[in-house]
């Protein structure tokens, strides 16, 4: 596998709203797949394929709580990259309401 091709699966793994919102939620720590289904409008099986998805793409990690399975992020440089994302976010959504305003 080419560097490019691990760019590549990290970037479509988070390329669905559903993981992002699964991986935001996962920031504060670890959560049990019941606990993810309440926050994600989706079947627990649907909900199991993307944790799958982002699993093998390196960005969670699970464990064996008793009978729950607890997944959390693998690595804190996921947290970082989403830090950055929301840093572009936040200035792409000023500089649109910069501009906004100024047509006034």
């Known amino acids: 596998m080419t560097l490019e091709d691990m ?41 199991s394929q993307h944790l799958k998805i982002l699993k093998d793409a390196g960005i969670l990690k699970s464990e064996k709580d008793g009978i729950r399975i607890l997944y959390s992020i693998k690595d804190d440089e996921v947290k970082n990259l989403l830090d950055i994302t929301e840093k572009i976010i936040k200035n792409e959504i000023s500089m649109m309401n910069s501009r906004l305003t100024g047509i006034k």
Request: aromatic residues 8%; proline residues 5%.
């Open 7 to 47: 760019y590549v699966r990290i970037y479509k793994a988070l390329a669905h709203p559903i993981r992002i919102k699964i991986v935001r939620t996962l920031r504060d720590g670890p959560l049990c797949v019941c606990t993810l289904n309440e926050n994600v409008e989706f079947s627990q099986s649907n909900l």
